[in-house]
């Protein structure tokens, strides 16, 4: 197989036609149909359904695309390296810890294999930063709680990754910490801290929405700004609870315990974010592996 097959057939593809394919390769149509359709044989899978002015990937054409982007990212790095021309590149990944922290070892582990000379820049940030930073179009994928987005981040195309499941975290020691699972009731006048509206604007109106079915209005005695380790510590301090969701427990430190609700509350989103337009391959890599590992039970 190649490479001048995969960018041929990456061509078309990306732009839904030959003709328009064609202009851009500087070739004509019908020798572009030709090496598209040669691929396809060799691969022994119809890769596009062509209609009169435009094509469609297949099924099988979806999964053939993005590994054939991967395959000439890498390529064409590997050329400019050798050519002296571009120096290791930079991922910048905005997320919230507490979404993903369960599967964040293996997605690390994964990339840096697949991708050993691009740099990861983690930032652990409040859902105001990740909006307005991703806004301003210094973040090349983000993770995020599903309700923080409801109205979109200009500039990126968001899907829901997962969904979480909310639970009480509260220190060892608290009376409650000796039920296996919480009764929703008892979070009536329960003492919550919970997070600030400055940089988690969507927090309070969630667990408020999370709470409406059971009549119950939460009890909020202190609200952090700096993010879940203050939180941590305020918790440890007034002995107090949070509701936040399962993935919390990765990060906590061990004075402090989760317990699932019973009845369950409603499952949060969890949603990923790429740039609506010309995101980075290494970005949409880091992206399908979160996804793939977010499936994995």
Do not use: C, W
Request: hydrophobic share 45%; no cysteine; net charge positive.
């Amino acid at each position: 197989m190649e490479l001048r097959h995969l960018r041929y057939f990456v061509a078309v593809a990306s732009h839904g036609s030959f003709n328009r394919a064609a202009g851009i390769l500087h070739i004509t149509q019908p020798p572009l149909s030709r090496q598209v359709k040669d691929l396809e044989e060799e691969l022994g899978v119809p890769l596009l359904v062509r209609g009169s002015n435009t094509v469609k990937l297949t099924e099988a054409g979806e999964l053939f695309y993005e590994e054939a982007r991967e395959v000439l990212a890498r390529a064409d790095q590997a050329v400019r390296r050798v050519r002296g021309e571009v120096r290791d590149e930079i991922l910048r990944v905005g997320y919230a810890p507490s979404m993903i922290a369960d599967i964040m070892s293996a997605v690390l582990a994964r990339f840096k294999s697949a991708a050993p000379r691009v740099r990861l820049e983690l930032a652990d940030l409040s859902s105001r930063e990740i909006n307005e930073l991703a806004a301003k179009g210094l973040l090349d994928l983000v993770v995020s709680p599903g309700i923080s987005v409801t109205k979109g981040i200009a500039g990126f195309q968001l899907t829901e990754l997962r969904r979480v499941q909310p639970v009480l975290v509260l220190p060892e020691s608290h009376p409650l910490a000796k039920l296996k699972r919480i009764p929703v009731e008892r979070l009536r006048n329960l003492p919550l801290v919970g997070l600030a509206k400055e940089n988690y604007p969507e927090y309070v109106q969630g667990i408020r929405g999370m709470l409406k079915p059971f009549a119950i209005s939460p009890r909020f005695v202190s609200l952090v700004n700096d993010g879940v380790s203050t939180l941590f510590a305020e918790l440890e301090a007034t002995q107090a609870a949070a509701v936040l969701v399962e993935g919390t427990a990765d990060i906590m430190p061990r004075t402090l315990v989760t317990r699932p609700f019973s009845p369950k509350l409603a499952s949060a989103p969890v949603m990923i974010g790429l740039p609506a337009t010309r995101p980075s391959p290494h970005a949409e890599m880091f992206a399908r592996i979160l996804a793939e590992e977010a499936r994995t039970p």
